[in-house]
């Protein structure tokens, strides 16, 4: 379904862009801050979420205070590219608590796993755990020295 099909207006992004900066917001917040009523608001939330264009809400959460304080991006090249193969390293990476973001990439490389975890020793531990049964041509981590830009809201009202 694409966006027309959805009928997604520039209230509809303002809605959107608000929720991406601050999920908390009461609805009636959220419509004094878009110009709604809050039963328009209402009304155009629950069409957000029935069509799946909002998923949700999360607490953005602090994990270095957690100390969880390596981010390491992976890079992935394998010389398997079945559709058998390829579900069956998805259903393993699912289960690896340290990857939070997860995609198979064009180019050079074929999948990308964004890692964190405690330390060195938590890496390693994690590396040892994603290649057990698993057969990569190579395997490269990149250590994040500093997160500068995370999890930046996407503000819709300038696409």
């Not at 957000?48 to 390491?72: M, R, W």
């Not at 289960?95 to 390693?124: A, C, H, N």
């Amino acid at each position: 379904m694409n966006e027309e099909d959805l009928k997604i207006d520039a209230i509809d992004r303002r809605i959107l862009t608000f929720l991406q900066r601050e999920g908390s917001l009461s609805q009636r917040e959220l419509a004094e801050k878009v110009g709604l009523s809050q039963n328009a608001c209402w009304r155009r939330l629950q069409r957000l979420q029935e069509t799946g264009v909002l998923k949700g809400s999360q607490a953005a959460v602090d994990l270095p205070a957690l100390g969880l304080d390596l981010t390491v991006f992976v890079m992935i090249r394998t010389r398997h590219h079945s559709k058998e193969w390829a579900e069956s390293f998805r259903k393993h990476v699912e289960k690896l608590p340290e990857v939070v973001d997860f995609y198979r990439i064009g180019g050079d490389w074929d999948y990308l796993l964004k890692v964190v975890t405690r330390g060195m020793r938590g890496y390693d531990a994690f590396y040892q755990k994603l290649i057990t049964d698993f057969d990569f041509s190579t395997v490269t981590g990149f250590f994040s020295m500093e997160g500068i830009m995370q999890n930046s809201p996407t503000d819709l009202t300038r696409l």
